[in-house]
């Protein structure tokens, strides 16, 4: 009986030195599923507009760089130009990961993929559409949880030109365009 009691505490020492030493080679496919499952929920939040849960994301010393603004830096600076960008009723957002990876030391992993997004074009109060791509780094935290460190999106939409770059039409496409529509007043 004796023998059996050591056989099993040998067993239950076993398993819980195993448990305890988990290396993050061991833990990259469980690390990999996180972040997938993080943006997935990511994603759901974002139909929500919910700022709080879409900004809990972040760590507090995130960056986020998004084409046509200067980078914004923080936990606290992100919130506000996701709150500004959470007012277009027209915003939405969805984001889809083609490659998740983490690195050996478990404690970086990124996602690369592509976006879509419908907003309010601010200059002309227009609803548009923009698509691109993306890269987020995500970093390990003490409790095991995977927030976001870096968040860069590249658009795919080249951007409108300025109205002073726009090409004028010149007084010949004027007046050909007065006689295929003889109503126009003429200038």
Same mark, same amino acid.
């Given at each position: ?27 990259? /496919?469980? /690390?990999? &599923? ?6 997935? @929920?990511?994603?759901? /939040?974002? *139909? ?52 998740? !990876? ?10 690369? #993929? ?10 002309? &109060?227009?609803?548009?559409? !923009?698509?691109?791509?993306? *890269?987020? *780094? ?5 409790? #095991? ?5 870096? !968040? ?13 770059? @726009?090409? @004028? ?19």
């Amino acid at each position: 009986m004796k023998a059996f009691a050591a056989l099993c505490g040998m067993a239950v020492v076993t398993m819980m030195m195993s448990a305890c030493n988990q290396t993050p080679a061991n833990t990259h /496919d469980a /690390d990999v &599923r996180a972040i997938s499952d993080t943006e997935a @929920r990511w994603n759901t /939040d974002y *139909v929500s507009k919910n700022p709080e849960k879409i900004v809990a994301y972040y760590a507090d010393d995130a960056v986020l760089m998004v084409p046509g603004m200067p980078a914004t830096t923080g936990k606290d600076a992100i919130r506000t130009s996701i709150q500004q960008m959470l007012t277009d009723p027209a915003l939405t957002l969805k984001f889809q990961a083609s490659k998740v !990876d983490v690195a050996k030391s478990g404690e970086l992993g990124y996602t690369q #993929g592509s976006y879509t997004m419908t907003m309010t074009n601010p200059a002309t &109060r227009r609803v548009m559409s !923009d698509h691109g791509s993306y *890269v987020t *780094v995500y970093r390990k935290q003490a409790d #095991g949880k995977w927030k976001v460190a870096e !968040d860069i999106a590249t658009s795919s939409v080249p951007p409108s030109a300025p109205a002073s770059a @726009r090409p @004028r039409k010149h007084s010949a496409e004027k007046h050909s365009a007065q006689k295929r529509h003889p109503r126009s007043k003429k200038h």
